[in-house]
């Protein structure tokens, strides 16, 4: 940060994202390398100052992509981080969001003006943080377990589809437990999270040809409670799950 910018006068404040992905049930978050001073050569999380100009969700967007690439993220304030040495450059208080997407559909930048790299680390193998990103990091990581139950947040790691052993597995890796593959389902509804519609006739509110989903196999409707503002899931046992919007 350089505090001669006139874009920074008149506020203190960082804006800093903790993205995740889960690859092959294992998760993982972004992670850059400054390359200027302060904590020079250090990984942090990405983000930045806020500029004067611009709201807390427009500067964190704007320093994910300066820093990464990435655009098109969908991404939620959680927590405000205050204590007053946080920075050694002047008094900052940062703003966390979190999101999580799919890395297999983004590039991400491995240098730029401000970093010198870029990669994605499992989150039981993080290098050490500069700023007091290992403390934000970890809440960030509290928060996404609390969003994946209450949200529409993995609609950003699944946009198109997903099966279920994934599903779980992603699940798993997020939450950090293991389910019982025939008792997850019924997992997820105690988790209030899916409602179990065991609607045939569901199936074919889209569209979607009669005989896709009656051939021998048996046909499961799970709807995502409206409340969530997420998605209808639309199970056909053993292949994919569709999402739609919920009107």
Same mark, same amino acid.
């Not at 690859?23 to 993982?28: A, D, F, L, V």
């Not at 930045?48 to 967007?61: C, F, I, P, S």
């Not at 988790?191 to 199936?203: F, S, T």
């Given at each position: !940060?350089?505090?001669?910018? #006139? !874009?920074?006068?008149?506020?203190? @404040?960082?804006v800093?994202t903790?993205?995740f992905?889960?690859?092959q049930?294992i998760t993982?978050?972004l992670?850059? #390398?400054?390359?200027?001073?302060?904590?020079?050569?250090?990984?942090?999380?990405t983000?930045?100052?806020?500029?004067?100009?611009?709201?807390?969700?427009?500067?964190?967007?704007?320093?994910?992509e300066e $820093?990464?690439?990435i655009t098109?993220?969908?991404?939620? %304030? &959680?927590?405000?981080?205050? $204590?007053?040495?946080?920075?050694?450059?002047m008094?900052m208080?940062a703003?966390?969001?979190?999101?999580i997407?799919?890395? $297999?559909?983004?590039?991400? +930048?491995? /240098?730029?003006?401000n970093?010198t790299?870029?990669?994605?680390f499992? @989150?039981?193998?993080?290098?050490? +943080?500069?700023?007091?990103?290992?403390? @934000?990091?970890q809440d960030?990581?509290?928060e +996404?377990?609390? %969003?994946i139950?209450?949200?529409?947040?993995? #609609?950003?790691?699944?946009?198109?589809g997903v099966? !279920?052993? /994934?599903?779980?597995?992603?699940?798993?890796?997020?939450?950090?437990?293991? &389910?019982?593959?025939r008792n997850?389902r019924?997992?997820? @509804?105690?988790?209030?999270?899916? /409602?179990?519609?065991?609607?045939?006739?569901g199936y074919?509110?889209f569209?979607?040809p009669?005989?896709?989903?009656?051939?021998?196999?048996?046909c499961?409707?799970?709807?995502v409670i409206?409340?969530?503002? &997420?998605?209808?899931?639309?199970i056909?046992?053993k292949?994919?799950?569709?999402?739609?919007?919920l009107?």
């Amino acid at each position: !940060m350089d505090v001669r910018n #006139k !874009m920074y006068k008149g506020q203190g @404040i960082h804006v800093i994202t903790a993205l995740f992905t889960v690859e092959q049930g294992i998760t993982k978050v972004l992670l850059i #390398k400054r390359k200027n001073k302060p904590f020079e050569g250090d990984w942090v999380l990405t983000g930045g100052a806020l500029y004067n100009n611009e709201d807390l969700e427009t500067g964190a967007l704007r320093e994910l992509e300066e $820093k990464t690439g990435i655009t098109g993220v969908s991404i939620k %304030q &959680f927590k405000a981080f205050g $204590k007053v040495d946080r920075s050694p450059v002047m008094r900052m208080v940062a703003v966390g969001f979190v999101g999580i997407i799919d890395s $297999k559909r983004v590039t991400v +930048l491995r /240098e730029t003006n401000n970093t010198t790299n870029a990669d994605w680390f499992p @989150i039981d193998k993080i290098p050490p +943080l500069g700023f007091d990103h290992e403390e @934000i990091l970890q809440d960030a990581l509290v928060e +996404l377990q609390k %969003q994946i139950v209450k949200t529409n947040i993995l #609609k950003g790691l699944f946009p198109d589809g997903v099966t !279920m052993p /994934e599903l779980q597995k992603t699940y798993e890796a997020i939450l950090n437990k293991k &389910f019982d593959r025939r008792n997850f389902r019924k997992k997820l @509804i105690k988790l209030d999270v899916i /409602e179990d519609l065991d609607n045939i006739i569901g199936y074919f509110s889209f569209g979607v040809p009669r005989h896709k989903y009656l051939d021998h196999t048996h046909c499961i409707n799970l709807k995502v409670i409206s409340r969530l503002k &997420f998605i209808d899931l639309r199970i056909k046992l053993k292949k994919k799950i569709y999402f739609r919007e919920l009107l």
